[in-house]
């Protein structure tokens, strides 16, 4: 089984992340899911603007 994950959206304060699972050999996912990772401000628990450096490399990845 093979696994793998792409950025596919880019947010504000968030990222969402899809994520695949193949059968050796396959191109059709065998299974599908995703998540969303918001960044927060330690101190208020609010959500928080990406830093510029991390939205850069995640570009890179999109």
């Not at 504000?12 to 401000?41: I, T």
Request: charged share 25%.
């Amino acid at each position: 089984m093979d696994a793998g994950i792409r950025v596919a959206h880019i947010g504000n304060s968030s990222v969402r992340c899809e994520v695949g699972l193949f059968k050796a050999g396959e191109e059709q996912a065998a299974a599908e899911g995703f998540f969303v990772h918001v960044y927060v401000d330690a101190r208020s628990r609010r959500p928080a603007a990406l830093p510029d450096k991390l939205r850069a490399f995640l570009e890179t990845l999109r």
